[in-house]
C-alpha cells in the first residue's frame, strides 16, 4: 500500500508541476504584456490563488464543480487543483526569470525582424528557465508535500494509505512515521539531485 500511495503521490505531483509551468508560463506572459487588462486578470489570479488554502481550492474543484455540472474523479480533480495552485506559484517563478533576461536579449532579437512575443519566445523565455530551473525543482518538493491534502477526498495517496493501515493496526505511530520517512526520501532526493544539476549548470 506504502508503495502504490508513494506512486500516486508523485504521479499527482508531477502532472501538477507540469501543467502549473504551462499555466504559470501563460500567466507570467500576460503579467509583463502591455496590455492591461492581461496584467488585471493575472493578477488577480496570482493573488486570489495565493491567498486561499490548497484544500479550498481541492474542495471547489472537488465538491463545487458538480453544482454546475462538471464531475471529476479524485485523482483529476487533485490533478486540477495542484495544477492551479501550483501555475499561481509558477508563474511568479518565471516572471522574475525573464525580468532577470538582460533586456538588450529582446531588442537584439527586435532589432533581428522579430515580433515581441517571438523575441520572448526564441530568445528571453529559453535563457529564463535555464535559471528558473532550481526554483522549479523547489515547487516539485513543495507540490510533494501539499499534495498530501488530496487524501480528504479519498485519492489514494502516500498519506491516504498510511491512514488506512493506521486504522487496519490501530498502530497510531509507526504508519505516519513510515510515511514521513518516504516524504523524506522523495524530498531529500529530489533536493540532492537539483543540486547536483546547479553544479553542472555552473561549470
Not at 508560463?25 to 489570479?45: G, N, T, W
Not at 486504522?167 to 510515511?179: D, G, R, S
Amino acid at each position: 500500500m506504502f508503495l502504490s500511495g508513494t506512486l500516486m503521490t508523485v504521479f499527482i505531483a508531477l502532472f501538477g508541476v507540469l501543467l502549473g509551468t504551462i499555466l504559470g508560463l501563460l500567466l507570467s506572459v500576460m503579467k509583463i504584456s502591455k496590455i492591461k487588462v492581461l496584467q488585471a486578470l493575472a493578477s488577480v489570479y496570482v493573488e486570489f490563488i495565493r491567498g486561499t488554502p490548497l484544500l479550498v481550492q481541492v474542495y471547489i474543484i472537488y465538491f463545487g464543480l458538480p453544482a454546475i455540472g462538471i464531475k471529476l474523479d479524485p485523482v483529476l480533480a487533485s490533478i486540477v487543483a495542484v495544477s492551479i495552485n501550483s501555475g499561481a506559484y509558477v508563474a511568479e517563478i518565471i516572471r522574475g526569470g525573464i525580468n532577470a533576461v538582460d533586456t538588450g536579449q529582446l531588442e537584439a532579437g527586435r532589432t533581428l525582424g522579430m515580433s515581441y512575443y517571438q523575441a520572448l519566445r526564441y530568445i528571453v523565455i529559453p535563457q529564463a528557465f535555464k535559471n528558473i530551473l532550481p526554483a522549479l525543482g523547489n515547487e516539485f518538493i513543495t507540490i510533494i508535500k501539499e499534495s498530501s491534502i488530496v487524501s480528504v477526498i479519498g485519492v489514494a495517496d502516500l498519506m491516504y494509505n498510511a491512514n488506512t493501515v493506521r486504522n487496519q493496526t490501530y498502530l497510531p505511530f509507526t504508519p505516519l512515521l513510515f510515511a514521513a520517512l518516504i516524504y523524506f526520501v522523495l524530498t531529500f532526493g529530489l533536493s540532492r539531485l537539483l543540486k547536483g544539476l546547479e553544479r553542472k549548470w555552473a561549470r
